[in-house]
């Protein structure tokens, strides 16, 4: 294995609560109430049910090999030149998905911090950062996470409190006017996140107790489906239905509010703290398996070399990728569920698995 | 020197492995030493001695007769100054030049293996040694050991009667407590040793020797429990002495540059301390002190991140009152680190995010200052900087000037000459407070280094170039390892069961185990229960043993 780390059940537990939400916390709000209006917490509740069941499928997949990652075993499954194909596709995927992920983080930063910076500053140099920390290995990222991310969750939980008193809970009334198609619409876009789970499938050998990772996943998605629902519960109660799909960063907005005797007001440093320490912990983790495939697919012997130039281009694709944040918007909006759901975060994994159970492949247990 | 006796008497093929096993390795050219064995004849052993210590008029060599005929020559060859000049006067000179005589006559001196008799019953000293090898002798001499030579023999004893001039024993400088030993250890290694002993009296202590300094053969001691600390520990540290090569240790810095994991980092991964309750509380935990001679400084290792915020004092006064300090410890080391960084992010960047009102203020205080937010902190921390380490260097009569004129000149009239604004000084001043609340000197180092770094992010990109500079320390502290230990441990990786003393301190009687990261043998450090005593269910001082965490 090129990874010697290992990881504990409660670090990759934290892992994967940041993976997801990390990003989505911002623009969830958002996404779901433009389509689902005043139930968007409902298609929050909605794509978290989803998540359960992509959760239990990487689980199914990833625990049928427990001693092996994705890369592994693929050959196994489908064959040699196949799985190799299909390892391209993940790799793409990777660096894909990463590219999104450093683009937004970029443009949230030019837009709502520093608007005079060019956003290729802010690209490399967390690039920089996390092409360093991947070199350091998967503990070290892990052990970054188990520090950050409670201070994540605290400080959201935190802001959720202060902003009570500018809550209006009868923005969230009527519940199901229009039936159970605008709710499943707003859910689409949240299970392609929840579908990010599927990058698990890379480090479940790497875990202490493979055994756990059924539990502690589905403990994870329910987790985030938690702050899911409580972040647009939020966001309505404030802003309204009507409103709040008009931010790009509403959570953003609803701590710029926050003003508690005039001594604690403009919290949103506390949200660009958040954004940035857990999208660099998610670009970090993408990066990581990104580098660490890549290593796989060219059988090296470590995936150190790879780092810096996988950096390169993910810092090219991430400036390229879109002229502007509206059509980021639109691309994570209307193209990115389909292309990602339908693909790599459940149809090929699916696909996989059938195979699998098919052809009785099956690893050390 | 040395060359004409290594000429003379010997070449590579009689190199005698030194009893420390770091001279197994080649030794540069030049520094060969020659050991070869002590000949039968006084003249003779007298003379390579003296062909080694030529030109070193500290060293003192006196032969003398024994017996009462005088049929005996023997000599004495110390260093004036490191033995105790009434100990070898009364206890080794009078012994065998006026009272062996009177023991027996001639013909036995003749007959009987007089030197065996000599050890045996002429010194009254506790410390005799044999050596055969004239190296042994040397190394013994400069230790300030008295080699006693015999004609006709050709082993030497070697009489501890050691005494040299010390410091007596004081309060530590650098780790001073309002409550708790006021001892710290002094220059003599045996001295710590044994305040070390004092503390611990255990037959689970043991106190290993090595010597190491081609030139200065410093001593230097592994101080470990044995049923605590876990053998791979101990043999871990044993290697990483062992590996040391140098020709000086003169202090246990040294040592600390030579066996850390991580020679690049800012943060120090050796704990060091001047305190032996502080060494006697890490033994207990399962830690390696090393102790080394000339030097006050011990070293204890694994040493934690967490470690460098605490103070001995937190295990000595009242719990809660710990916790709060050990709380405001880890604000202080915030703000020491952060405060001047924010301040110019917001200042430069952030406007926004200050009150209107005290954004009006600053700005007001600005107006007529000619340097960015960035510069004039630059030049204040720089500046107070200058005056702490001035302050240390300086004698001590003239430190008090020192700090006046930096009160004065550089709080007081660069504010109303307008170089710097009054909000500034406020910063530097809290910043430079915060920083002396770090219990640990290395640690506030660390801080001040970092500081500067921090500033320069800030300055250039706001609090997002802050909490970049944040998340790659917290990565670069998640990587450390000290001999094994994560640096972060017990916070990451999660060891709640160690969390009853990190952030805050709970009551001794609730910490019923040892930290569980150095696992070994009997992890209870007291019996559960402590404050249950018959007929009563609370109240009283907890008894039972007691450990400092």
Not at chain 1, 96 to 114: D, K
Request: glycine share 6%; with cysteine.
């Amino acid at each position: 294995m090129l990874e010697q780390g290992k990881i504990s059940g409660r670090q990759a537990y934290l892992l994967i609560i940041n993976v997801i939400l990390a990003t989505a916390i911002l623009f969830v709000p958002a996404i779901v109430t433009s389509a689902a209006k005043e139930n968007g917490w409902l298609a929050a509740i909605l794509a978290t049910a989803v998540g359960v069941v992509i959760s239990i499928l990487i689980a199914n997949l990833g625990l049928r090999f427990p001693d092996r990652n994705l890369f592994d075993y693929l050959g196994d499954i489908v064959g040699t030149i196949p799985g190799k194909v299909i390892a391209f596709l993940y790799i793409w995927w990777f660096l894909h998905m990463n590219a999104l992920v450093i683009r937004e983080y970029g443009s949230f930063l030019v837009v709502a911090f520093l608007p005079e910076t060019p956003i290729s500053v802010f690209n490399f140099s967390i690039l920089i950062l996390a092409g360093w920390t991947v070199k350091q290995g998967l503990e070290v990222i892990c052990r970054t996470n188990e520090i950050f991310l409670p201070l994540i969750l605290v400080g959201l939980i935190v802001l959720f409190l202060l902003a009570v008193p500018e809550m209006d809970f009868r923005w969230l009334l009527p519940i199901m006017e229009h039936g159970v198609k605008p709710i499943v619409h707003g859910a689409v876009i949240p299970i392609s996140w929840y579908g990010e789970i599927a990058t698990m499938l890379m480090i479940i050998p790497f875990l202490k107790q493979p055994q756990n990772f059924r539990k502690i996943q589905n403990l994870a998605v329910i987790t985030i489906g938690i702050f899911f629902t409580m972040v647009v519960l939020g966001t309505v109660a404030i802003f309204g239905p009507e409103l709040t799909p008009r931010f790009i960063f509403p959570t953003l907005n609803a701590a710029r509010i926050v003003n508690i005797a005039n001594l604690l007001e403009r919290l949103e440093p506390i949200v660009m703290a958040i954004w940035i320490t857990g999208a660099f912990i998610k670009i970090t983790f993408f990066y990581y398996v990104a580098a660490l495939g890549t290593a796989q697919f060219l059988n090296l012997s470590s995936y150190r070399p790879v780092v810096y130039p996988l950096g390169i281009i993910l810092g090219a694709m991430s400036i390229l990728i879109h002229p502007s944040i509206l059509e980021l918007e639109h691309f994570l909006g209307k193209v990115w569920p389909v292309y990602a759901i339908s693909t790599f975060e459940v149809g090929l994994p699916l696909l996989l698995l059938l195979i699998a159970i098919i052809r009785g492949k099956r690893g050390k247990t | 020197m040395k060359k004409p006796v290594k000429l003379k008497f010997g070449s590579k093929g009689t190199k005698v492995k030194n009893a420390n096993s770091y001279a197994q390795k080649e030794e540069p050219p030049g520094e060969e030493k020659c050991s070869l064995g002590l000949s039968s004849s006084l003249e003779e052993n007298l003379g390579h001695l003296r062909e080694i210590f030529a030109k070193s008029t500290d060293i003192i060599f006196r032969d003398f007769t024994i017996g009462r005929w005088g049929r005996l020559r023997a000599a004495v060859v110390y260093v004036d100054g490191l033995i105790n000049i009434t100990d070898v006067n009364e206890n080794l000179l009078k012994a065998v030049m006026l009272e062996m005589p009177m023991a027996g006559n001639d013909q036995d001196l003749t007959k009987l293996d007089v030197l065996q008799k000599i050890k045996d019953s002429a010194f009254p000293l506790s410390q005799v040694k044999e050596a055969t090898l004239i190296e042994q002798v040397v190394d013994a001499i400069l230790s300030g050991d008295t080699a006693f030579l015999l004609d006709g023999y050709s082993t030497a004893l070697l009489v501890g009667a050691r005494g040299w001039e010390t410091r007596s024993l004081d309060e530590p400088a650098t780790e001073s407590v309002v409550r708790g030993p006021r001892e710290g250890f002094v220059e003599t290694l045996r001295i710590n040793t044994s305040l070390i002993r004092r503390k611990i009296k255990s037959s689970d202590l043991k106190i290993e020797m090595m010597k190491l300094g081609r030139a200065t053969q410093t001593d230097i001691g592994i101080a470990y429990m044995e049923n605590l600390a876990t053998q791979e520990l101990v043999s871990e540290v044993k290697k990483r002495l062992q590996q040391i090569d140098t020709d000086s240790i003169l202090e246990s810095g040294y040592l600390e540059e030579f066996i850390e994991d991580n020679p690049y980092s800012l943060f120090s991964q050796v704990n060091r301390t001047e305190r032996p309750d502080k060494v006697a509380a890490g033994l207990l935990e399962g830690r390696i002190a090393i102790l080394v001679d000339g030097t006050p400084f011990a070293l204890i290792v694994p040493a934690l991140f967490i470690e460098f915020l605490q103070a001995s004092e937190d295990y000595y006064e009242r719990y809660m009152i710990s916790s709060f300090v050990r709380l405001l410890r880890y604000a202080a080391f915030m703000v020491s680190l952060l405060l001047p960084s924010l301040y110019i992010a917001i200042t430069t960047f952030h406007q926004e995010m200050l009150p209107t009102d005290l954004l009006l203020s600053i700005a007001a205080q600005r107006e007529g200052v000619p340097f960015p937010a960035f510069v004039e902190a630059l030049l204040m921390e720089i500046s107070f900087e200058a005056l702490r380490e001035a302050g240390i260097r300086l004698p001590r009569p003239i430190g008090q000037a020192v700090s006046i004129v930096g009160a004065l000149v550089i709080g007081e009239a660069s504010v109303s000459a307008g170089i710097v604004s009054p909000a500034m000084v406020i910063i530097v001043a809290v910043t430079g407070i915060s920083s002396f609340i770090v219990p640990n000197y290395a640690m506030a180092i660390s801080m001040r280094l970092l500081r500067f770094a921090l500033m320069i992010l800030a300055a250039s990109l706001g609090l997002f170039g802050i909490m970049a500079g944040l998340i790659a320390i917290v990565i670069h502290l998640a990587t450390l390892r000290s001999f094994g230990m994560p640096y972060l441990s017990p916070i990451v990786p999660t060891h709640p069961a160690a969390w009853k003393d990190t952030v805050i301190r709970t009551p001794w009687w609730t910490m019923l185990t040892r930290p569980p990261l150095i696992k070994k043998g009997n992890l209870h450090r007291q019996r559960p229960y402590t404050r249950r005593w018959p007929g009563q269910e609370q109240g009283g001082e907890a008894n039972g043993r007691k450990n400092k965490n």
